[in-house]
């Protein structure tokens, strides 16, 4: 089944279930300033309040079009009433339409099943570079300076949400997060057999060891 990813800034995405329709699910999450703590896999529709607790949201929909995870993403800006000057700004500042919120689940998804409507077919970027690092999305292939990196489908995933937050030190229930694999409930300890076999794979195409281990915490992906 296809996923659209549906992500608000509102603490309210929270208590927001998925939903299902024309053989698309859409699923729910909320987005803070520091982008998303899981995979992006399929298209995104994001909704930016224009009032956020951390940040404008106009700096917010700057950042999102800076964001190679989100730079092709369907962008509504949450307006607190219908301004043509804030319509105006929502728009320079990257935001493909906007909205008078408050907002809710239903109004939520009435737009973006209107949005579906229009991009049957939507593209998203099919590579993802760092470095040596080329990971094909299409393919579901990884190669590190040219050379195939041996990858089941839930190291190539792994890798992928590395390769998102390189430089970054992630705690083994955030990786489990990250990966959508909470349910069911999965052992903590699960995550060193998925980096011990990455690591292996890694090693095996002469990516030497890009994965570093912080004792106590997790892991991070060095970016090269």
């Known amino acids: 089944m296809d996923v659209v990813n549906i992500f608000t800034t509102s603490t309210a995405a929270e208590a927001m279930s998925d939903f299902e329709h024309d053989g698309v699910r859409f699923t729910f999450a909320r987005l803070g300033a520091d982008g998303p703590k899981r995979l992006v896999e399929g298209p995104a529709r994001i909704f930016v309040d224009w009032v956020l607790e951390d940040l404008a949201g106009l700096e917010m929909c700057r950042r999102l079009r800076a964001d190679a995870r989100l730079s092709d993403a369907h962008v509504t800006m949450v307006l607190e009433e219908d301004d043509p000057e804030d319509r105006r700004r929502a728009l320079r500042a990257g935001a493909d339409d906007y909205i008078v919120g408050p907002v809710d689940r239903t109004m939520i998804l009435d737009r973006v099943l209107a949005v579906q409507a229009h ?77 011990g076999r990455l690591r292996r794979a890694l090693k095996g195409a002469g990516a030497g060891n890009p994965l570093r281990t912080v004792r106590s915490i997790g892991y991070a992906f060095d970016a090269p």
């Open 119 to 195: 991009h049957r077919h939507p593209t998203v970027a099919s590579t993802l570079q760092l470095g040596a690092l080329t990971i094909d999305l299409a393919a579901l292939q990884a190669r590190w300076d040219g050379n195939l990196i041996d990858l089941r489908p839930n190291e190539f995933r792994l890798l992928r949400f590395f390769a998102e937050n390189p430089d970054r030190v992630m705690a083994r229930e955030e990786i489990i997060a990250g990966l959508g694999k909470q349910e069911p409930v999965i052992d903590e300890r699960t995550v060193d057999v998925w980096v």
